[in-house]
Every structure is written in C-alpha cells, then in structure tokens.
C-alpha cells in the first residue's frame, strides 16, 4: 500500500490550501456510463449503412496516412484451406483498427473486416453438432504496410475467430456470432452480463477481493446470473418480491446502509438504475448521506418500472484521492478534480490475463469524467499531475494497478466460465478483451484503487485515442494493437490445430508426460510410433503403432515400415514431429516421404552428429563473423588410435563425449590424452547399445568425440524458425557444473545477462542452425559465452527438453510444443514480438545419488504439497537412478520477481528440505544468477 504521508516536504507546503478533489463534490467522476461510439454499420441511421460503414473506414484510413482500400471484387478470392486462418471482425469499421492494422503486419490476410450481415452466413457446424460456422463471402481483409482490400471470397471462408462491437440489442454483429464453432470473443449475452455495474461489482468484491464503492442494491426476480455466494464486501442486496408497497421495507434498508460504518468515510451518495437498458445514463439522483426521507423516496420511486434482471442501485460516491500538489506557478485558486483510471486487459497466452494499456481521465468534479469527454493521458503523467513527486511511489502505484487489474479479470473470467453455453452465447463464447475502471481513493491515509465497474469497448477506445495522441507527438507506437492482435492471433491458431493428425515418433519418458495433457488441451489426435510396446503412453493416443526403431542406423528402412503402417491403418497424418532426440532423423526422413512440412533429413544428421556440426561450420567463412567463428576444434574417436591423432589436434584440457549423446551423460573433462584413453576405454565398456542407457543415441552407436574446452558461462538457446524467419528467441543461464563432469545443476530464466550479450548468443544460435540448414522448426542450441563471445557446443535439432517447455510457458506465455506443431503444419507460429517476462525463474537439479533418499523420505511429498500452493515448480525428469552415467530425476524451481528473490527462495528451500549439502552446494550453483 502507498501512503499519503510518504510525501516530499516541497509537496506538504500547499497541502491546506491545494486539494485536487474535496468531499464537495458531488460527481468524482465514476458514475456515469455512456454507450460506447463503436457503433455499428446498422446503428448509423444512413439510408445505405454499409455503403456509410465503407466511407467511415476510408476515411479513418487517410486520416491515418494509410492508403484507401483496393476493391478487388472483380477476381474473387479462391483456394481457402483448412488452414488458412481467418480473424473476422464483425461491426464498426473503427473500433477495432488499429488491431486490424497490426494483425495485418503480423499475419498478412488473416484479419478481415465484415461490415453488413449480407457478407457472411451461418451454416451447421460439420465438427460441433449444434453449432454454427461463419462463412464470410466478403470482407475487408488487411496486409502488411496498413494496405486493405474489399474482396470477394469464392468459396467462402471460414471464420477461425470471430469478435466484434456487440453493444446493441439484437444487433446482427450478436446474431451472426450466436453459437459459433470457432472461438468467439465475446457475444451479445456476454456484454449484458458484462457491463451489468451491479454484476460486475459483486464478482469484483467477492471473487478478485478489490475495494467497491459501498453499494445497496434492490432486486427483483430470481437473479440467476448473480453467484449463490456470501455477500461480497461493500455490496448489499435486498430482494423484492413484489416492486410495490415496499416504502416501510426501503426506508428501513435506505437507513441502514446510510447509517453503517462502509459509509462513514462518505457524505454523498447516488441514486441509480443498473441493467441492460439504463447502460450509460445518469444517475437518477445525488443526495447528501442526511437526506435519508428524500433518498428513501427516490429509490421506491424508481421500483415502479422495475424489470427482471434490473436493479436500483445507491452507492456512495467515493471522491478521488485528495493529495498535496507541487507548488502552483499562478495565484489562481484550483479547482476541485477528479480522477478516472481505465485498464486494457486481455486475455494472453495460457489464458492469463496481461494489462495491456492504462489511461486516465481527469475533469472538473462537479462535472462526471467520462469515456471520451476528455484527452486522456498516462499514468505516470497523470499521478505526478496529481502530487506524486516521488518516482518510486508511482512505480509502486502502476504496479499495484497492473495486479488489480489483472486480479479484476482472472476473477470475471472464472465467473464466466460457470456461466452455461446458452448464457455465454456459445460454448466458444468467451471473453478475450476487457476494460476496467478504477478510481483512485484515500482511505485512512492510504491511496487505494477502488473498483468501479467493467465494460467491453469503453476503456479500450480511451487507450487507443491514447496511443493515437503519442504518435502525433513522435512517441514510439503503444502496446495495445500488438498485444490484441497477438491474442487474437493466437486463439485463432489454437482453434487450426483442433482436430489435426499428427504423427508422433517417439514417446519419451516421464519427463515429456507433459504432451499427453498439451495434447488434449489442444485437441490433437495423436498417431504414437512407439518402440516400446508396452509405454505407458499406449492408451493416452488415437492410434498406438508399436515399431522398434531403436536401431537408428537404419532409419531409412524405418521410415519406409512406419510408412506401410500408416497405409495399413488407413492414416493420412496432416503433420509429422518429434521431441525426442533419438527420433529427429527418422521423423525428418517421414517429412520428406509424406511430403510434410520439415528440415531436410542431411540437415538433420549433420546436426544430431556433434563432430560434423563443428567440422562443417569451420568450412562456412561467409558473412561477418562466418559461422567458422562459433565453431570449437573436435575430432571423432571411435578407436584409441583416434585418440592419439585427436590428441594432436585438439588442445587440452578437453571435453570428451558422445558423439550421439544427450543429457550430459558420459561427458567429462580431461586434462590430458592419458585421462582420455582411460575414459574412453571405460565408456566403449559399458555403453555399447540402446538397452545399456536408452534414451542418449546408443541407438547411432557409441563413437565419441573429443573438442575443445571453452571457458565462460553455458547458455542454452530455444529458437523457433520459420521457412529460415526467426520468429522466437529465449536464452536461458545454467549454472556452474561439478567438474570434471557437466551434468547440469542449475537454471535460470530469464537470462541474467544484458540485452546485448543475449543478443549475442542469439545471433550465434541462428548462424549456426542456419548454416547447418536447420531453418524451419524449434531448436534447442547450448552456447559457451566465452571472453571472445559465443561458441556452439551443439544443436539439438528438436524442441528444448528438461524443463524449457514448462518455464518458457510460465515466464512468456508461448507453448514451444503448439509451435512445433503449427510448423510442422506448415504454419508460421504467432508469438510475442516484444516478448516481456511476468517472473524469474530459477530451479535446481536432484539427483538420485544425491536426494534419493530424501525424496522417498518425504521431501517429494512436502514439494508436491508447495507445488499446489504455488509456491515451487517440479518438472519430474527420469526415473531415480544412480550411478556413473546418471541423470538429473527431478527440477525444483521457484519464482521471483528478479534473480536475487528467485535464487533466495530457492536456496532457502533447499537448505529446509535436505536439498542443499556441502556434496551438493546448491549456493555455488546459483551463484552464477546475479
């Protein structure tokens, strides 16, 4: 909480005589809502409200400096597939622009703009009986550089995404988006229930636990929208069975809420009808808290034309915080002000809510602030207007707004997703993007946020005249058109992949157990080619096809068996993958059979065979640096004698490993030839084949290699490419090993580094996949940063194991496994282009030899118990195992808001639970995260 009194003493000089808003004031500012301007083309009252809606649009268009819209009707659009994806907006042709203009850089034809019910028809749903799909037969669609288009779709196009203005009762907007089978953002019944103040103030209070104006509300009917729950704090509610003859009964209510200790802090209150109907009119009345007969009188005044599923509403009228300004530059007395805050929040990936934008309204008090009657301004602008000298108290301020508004909409979400289909508008029906109001008060000497009400277009039109306002001055474009047009991008994409076959080579063990659940959430039908006939993986798939393939050699016959399979059984997979490192080859070597979307199989040899990623990149010298620069010297060992010429080619100390490996097993540093030959000799003993340590390329055999040690930090590189086009980057620290092995111990996201030296480690990643033809996919790269900047260690040309998946989806929000598959689709992956982390994330590695004992001896227990709280992340990893080639079997992680908080709780968690020992000093591990 922020207090008043943390103020400067230059602000406290004029605090007597200065006060931005007195308890005189009858309107703050909150408690009028107007109907949003977005109207629709039917709503206009123009004889020809399309012809009217195109004319608004090209104007809007040059206003904007953007060229006018091609009509293209005369060649009709043809060869709309299954998955080509389709964003339709339906209604005002202005208020969802900016977001149409950027999805249209973003992803070039997929937004399109529907501006009369005559361009799109609703036929039954061929994949959700009961549902509806949208065909548009034309539409505004939108492409790079802010250019658009009228076209003609021949046949029509699928909508994958549908939203739009559905403020209107009845509108066609509401009707064509009823019951869709593709996600809809938003409906008709939706923003009903949405905008409701009386609704929305109940969910707020009870559910996200924000302060509400203190309200009285009288009802009538049965209400089934509100929640079967305890009053909510600050919202009391008296049921009315029958409107008339109340008078005893409201001036009893009427005079208990004026005399109750919520309203003691207040001296006015308002008198107002909340429903559907009485959106965005006045308050009927304002009284003063001691004209009880005459507030009484106005409330059974009003419960004469009272409907079912409206309400009257007395509220307190809560004034905006009353702060010492900065000395005025005139004489002139000030007047009274209010405040208004409004919050874009949307629903992100991972169905998190993200703020998006805040803007803020300020007004004479006496006079309602409302959507649109003033230029807004931001936040910080706003609150140092408003006294707050103090930076650190406005960056606690908007951080503080940031979770309440996002609190806001986890609560309203969840209260919807209770709500039936039939009440949603659909069962896709869901709210994506929301506006909510705040006002900022001051309750004993504590500036507090008290929550207002909730809307659908308002708050999103104020931060984007916002947005268009910096523009005209120079500033760098705001987040709000990226971030919707992202979140609209991206449901869309989800709903593409629903239904899609996909063949899967290899299952993995427990640490991928993670796909089956992505898998279902998603809606894919996995076609699971498995070498273990019995993985546990059987009955979670569409189709099980046993196949031993573990003899990787071979692969060029094993591509040519799973393809009999796929005939046998009649599949005709629309995408071919894999995570699993052991199966990258044969599944490329499927693509290029099946004439599936992938990386060519040469590609893929090259980069599962160390020795031959390294050698062919010292013969790329093109480009500035020429991949040759991240190279390390190596050489092949698949005999002692290679160890002698090695010897004399690699300098020491060196690392020696598989040549096929994965997970650090049988990596070691030596110090010299003599310490190579005894680890070699003792690896070619006792690895031999798949069945001696499934899972680290046996399978290619047991050759190793021998390359150079770099000194510096480790750092892996996640990359999503498409057709060559980087398209997502996240880098990762690890932590120092236990030498003279390098099993990892430690991790960090984000990166500790700064924004240059990932930026190095970035561009090295992509140089190298590049050079090795990795250019379409999701690839794991491990770096050295060294003194003289980044060296490979090798590529793993499939999506990033251990915990990556897991902690990149909780610190960003994009899933690498939903990328996988769209690209393996032939889709290039919609993900954020100014990606931000919401936390740090540091994790430890256990280890059976280490913490086995611990974990059966209710450590595992107390873990699983944090995790349910939220407290730590678990990514169980291999089954327990010791010995000399041993794996990590679990990550414990927790959550900070920086490196420092992350790795104290983390290090502090470890000592508690046994974690932590000087055999496996969790401390030094960390040390590295600063």
Not at 134 to 152: H, K, Y
Not at 351 to 370: F, I, M, S, Y
Not at 436 to 450: H, I, K, N, P, S
Not at 860 to 888: K, S, T
Request: hydrophobic share 40%; aromatic share 6%.
């Amino acid at each position: 909480m922020i207090s008043v009194d943390r103020l400067s003493e230059e602000q406290a000089l004029g605090m007597k005589e200065q006060e931005w808003a007195g308890p005189e004031a009858l309107c703050p500012g909150w408690q009028e809502e107007e109907v949003s301007d977005g109207e629709g083309p039917e709503d206009s009252g123009h004889p020809d409200p399309t012809a009217h809606a195109y004319e608004v649009l090209q104007h809007t268009l040059r206003l904007e400096g953007m060229p006018l819209t091609i009509d293209r009707t005369g060649q009709p659009r043809t060869g709309s597939g299954p998955l080509d994806m389709t964003v339709c907006v339906l209604g005002s042709p202005t208020a969802f622009l900016p977001v149409l203009l950027e999805g249209g850089t973003r992803y070039p034809g997929a937004m399109v703009l529907c501006l009369a019910p005559a361009w799109a028809s609703r036929v039954p749903s061929e994949t959700s009986p009961g549902s509806w799909s949208l065909l548009l037969s034309r539409g505004v669609s939108f492409e790079a550089g802010g250019c658009t288009a009228l076209e003609e779709f021949v046949p029509p196009r699928r909508a994958t995404y549908v939203t739009g203005t559905f403020g209107s009762e009845g509108s066609w907007e509401g009707e064509l988006a009823r019951d869709l089978d593709c996600p809809t953002g938003g409906s008709a019944l939706l923003t009903r229930w949405l905008e409701d103040p009386l609704l929305s103030r109940w969910l707020l209070s009870a559910r996200a636990g924000l302060p509400v104006p203190p309200t009285l509300a009288f009802i009538t009917g049965l209400w089934e929208t509100l929640p079967e729950e305890p009053e909510p704090p600050g919202v009391h509610l008296v049921r009315l069975q029958d409107p008339q003859g109340q008078e005893s009964l409201v001036r009893d209510e009427v005079g208990a809420f004026l005399e109750g200790s919520s309203m003691q802090p207040y001296d006015q209150v308002a008198v107002r009808l909340s429903g559907w109907r009485w959106r965005g009119t006045d308050p009927h009345s304002t009284h003063r808290k001691v004209e009880g007969e005459a507030v009484a009188q106005a409330v059974a005044a009003l419960l004469k034309g009272l409907r079912e599923e409206e309400s009257i509403l007395l509220e307190a009228l809560v004034p905006t915080a009353r702060l010492p300004t900065l000395p005025p530059r005139s004489a002139a007395p000030r007047l009274p002000m209010a405040l208004r805050i409004c919050t874009v929040v949307c629903r992100s990936w991972g169905d998190r809510p993200q703020l998006c934008q805040v803007a803020c309204t300020a007004g004479r008090a006496e006079v309602p602030v409302r959507h649109g009657s003033a230029l807004p301004l931001g936040l910080d602008s706003s609150l140092r207007q408003w006294g707050l000298a103090d930076a650190a108290q406005r960056q606690a301020l908007a951080g503080q707004l940031r979770e309440t508004a996002e609190a806001a909409m986890a609560a309203l979400l969840a209260a919807e997703g209770e709500l039936s289909p039939a009440q949603r508008g659909g069962a896709r029906a869901h709210t994506d993007v929301l506006g909510v109001d705040f006002l900022l008060a001051c309750v004993d000497g504590t500036l507090e946020l008290v929550a207002l009400s909730a809307n659908c277009l308002r708050c999103l039109e104020t931060c984007l005249l916002a947005e268009g306002m910096g523009h005209d001055v120079g500033q760098p474009a705001g987040d709000v058109p990226r971030l919707l047009a992202e979140c609209l991008l991206h449901r869309a994409q989800c709903h593409l992949v629903e239904g899609k076959d996909i063949l899967l080579i290899g299952a993995g063990g427990v640490s991928k157990s993670f796909v089956w659940e992505a898998a279902r959430e998603y809606g894919l039908r996995i076609h699971l080619v498995e070498s273990d006939p019995e993985h546990f993986a059987a009955g979670l798939v569409e189709t099980f096809l046993p196949y031993d393939s573990r003899e990787h050699r071979r692969d060029e016959e094993h591509a040519e068996r799973v393809l009999e399979m796929l005939r046998t059984h009649g599949l005709r997979p629309d995408a071919c993958l894999s995570y699993w490192d052991d199966c990258v080859v044969l599944t490329a070597l499927l693509c290029q059979r099946l004439g599936l979307p992938g990386c060519p199989p040469a590609a893929v040899r090259l980069a599962k065979q160390k020795s031959r990623t390294h050698q062919h990149l010292q013969r790329c010298r093109r480009g500035r640096p020429p991949p040759a620069a991240f190279s390390v010297p190596c050489r092949r060992l698949r005999s002692h004698g290679d160890v002698e010429r090695a010897a004399g080619a690699v300098p020491f100390p060196a690392v020696a490993k598989l040549e096929f490996g994965a997970g650090a097993v049988g990596v070691r540093l030596v110090e010299n030839a003599g310490q190579c030959h005894a680890h070699a000799a003792q690896l070619w003993h006792d690895l031999r084949a798949d069945a001696d340590h499934p899972g680290i390329g046996l399978g290619w055999g047991n050759a190793m290699l021998l390359m150079e040690y770099v000194p510096g930090t480790e750092h892996d590189v996640d990359l999503v490419l498409f057709e060559g086009r980087l398209l997502g980057a996240w880098v990762s620290d690890n932590g120092p090993t236990r030498v003279p092995t390098f099993l990892e111990t430690a991790a960090t996201l984000p990166s500790c580094l700064p924004a240059d030296r990932q930026a190095q480690l970035v561009r090295a990643a992509l140089r190298c996949c590049r050079a090795c033809g990795l250019r379409h996919g999701v690839f794991n790269v491990e770096l050295k940063l060294s003194p003289a900047g980044p060296r490979l260690l090798e590529i793993n040309p499939r999506m990033g194991g251990f915990y990556l998946r897991d902690w990149i989806r909780a610190v960003y929000g994009p899933d690498l496994l939903l990328a996988a598959v769209l690209l393996a689709l032939g889709l290039p992956p919609v993900l954020p282009s100014r990606p931000a982390p919401r936390q740090q994330l540091a994790g430890v590695m256990c280890l059976a030899s280490e913490h086995g004992r611990a974990l059966r001896g209710g450590v595992m227990a107390a873990l699983q118990g944090l995790q349910r709280r939220g407290l730590v992340r678990l990514n169980p990893l291999f089954e327990e195992a010791g010995g000399r080639y041993e794996e990590p079997c679990l990550s414990v992680a927790c959550a900070g808001d920086g490196p420092a908080e992350a790795c104290g709780r983390l290090l502090g968690l470890c000592q508690a639970l046994g974690i932590d020992s000087p055999q496996y000093p969790v401390g030094h591990f960390l040390s590295h995260f600063k």
